[in-house]
């Protein structure tokens, strides 16, 4: 899952230990890391999905986005990154749980401008009941927190409530993954700074593709937080989301597809299309509108 972050250039510091001896870098440790920060660092990079909206967005209406709604936020990491590139623009951040929106408002908001913090409205609620905010030009549903919804007829109801959101010409912008080894029960570890991503697909119920996931986090002091987040999703395919986006009223579920980067990894680079090749891991965009 994910891409990442850099926090400390963000300026969100990393509760840390001191290093015995004569190092005096600050050495992560699970006793004291924060889980939502080391999150950011690890999976999101808020800034090109933000890039991704506007690029989309200003291709179909010739003009920028005003008002995001970032729908399972957690950290609102997208939502900062969003008020960021326009002092017009204004950020509505949706989630269940209120301890990601607390870390949001304490450390993350704090980083902002004044004009900024304004303008991010962090709302604790279900997304199937959003708020009543008028109408927004994109609503987004990152790192596949729609999977959350098991079942066909509340995936379309939740659609057809995103749909109905939009204002004219608005999108919708959600990813998924798929690929040989995106249902396979595997752990998959990445290198940050200072910490490791573990990535574990725990279980796959190949009948129902009920899926439950884990990130956990490794330290260089042999400290681990396992089972720091944890997921309990249905593995959906990009075929039944695009025939349940249209169900659900939308015009257009236009796949995004991501660039090689010729040494078996993604460039970054995702383009429109109906063809996409069999490859062991793709992270996905489908766009929804009309
Ligand atoms: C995968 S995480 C968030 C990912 C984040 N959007 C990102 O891009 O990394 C999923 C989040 O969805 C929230 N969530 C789950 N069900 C929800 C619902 N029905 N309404 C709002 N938030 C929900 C959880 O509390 C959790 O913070």
Redesign the pocket.
């Known amino acids: 899952m ?1 891409r990442g972050l850099d926090l400390q250039a963000e300026g969100v510091i990393l509760p840390a230990v001191k290093a015995k001896g004569r190092s005096r870098k600050p050495v992560l440790t699970a006793r004291t890391a924060d889980r939502h920060a080391l999150y950011e660092i690890a ?2 990079t808020p800034d090109d999905e933000v890039k991704f909206f506007d690029r989309v967005y200003r291709g179909l209406n010739g003009r920028m986005p005003r008002v995001l709604r970032e ?4 950290t609102a990491a ?1 939502s900062q990154s969003w008020v960021k590139r326009g002092e017009d623009r204004v950020a509505f951040s ?4 209120p301890a ?1 929106l607390a870390w949001a408002r304490e450390k993350r908001l704090a980083q902002l401008t004044e004009s900024q913090r304004e303008r991010v409205h962090l709302v604790e ?4 009941h959003p708020p009543r905010i008028g109408k927004v030009d994109v609503v987004s549903a ?4 729609w999977w ?1 919804f098991k079942e066909r007829g509340i995936l379309r109801e939740y659609f057809a409530k995103v749909r109905k959101a939009l204002a004219p010409g608005g999108v919708f912008v959600l990813d998924l993954m798929g690929g040989t080894q995106s249902s396979e029960l595997l752990k998959e570890r990445r290198r940050c700074a200072g910490f490791t991503y573990e990535w574990e697909q725990h279980a796959f119920n190949a009948v129902t593709h009920e899926f439950t996931c884990f990130i956990n986090f490794l330290f260089r002091d042999g400290t681990r937080m396992d089972r720091a987040f944890r ?1 309990d999703w249905r593995w959906w395919s990009i075929p039944e989301a695009r025939e349940l986006l249209m169900e659900a009223g939308f015009k257009n579920a236009t796949v995004y597809w991501e660039g090689d980067d010729d040494k078996g990894g993604g460039n970054g680079m995702y383009r429109p299309t109906d063809k996409g090749e069999s490859c062991m891991c793709h992270v996905t965009y489908i766009v929804a509108h009309g």
């Open positions: 994910g999976v999101q729908d399972f936020c957690a997208i949706i989630d269940l749980d990601p609620g279900n997304v199937l990152g790192n596949f927190s959350v997921y």
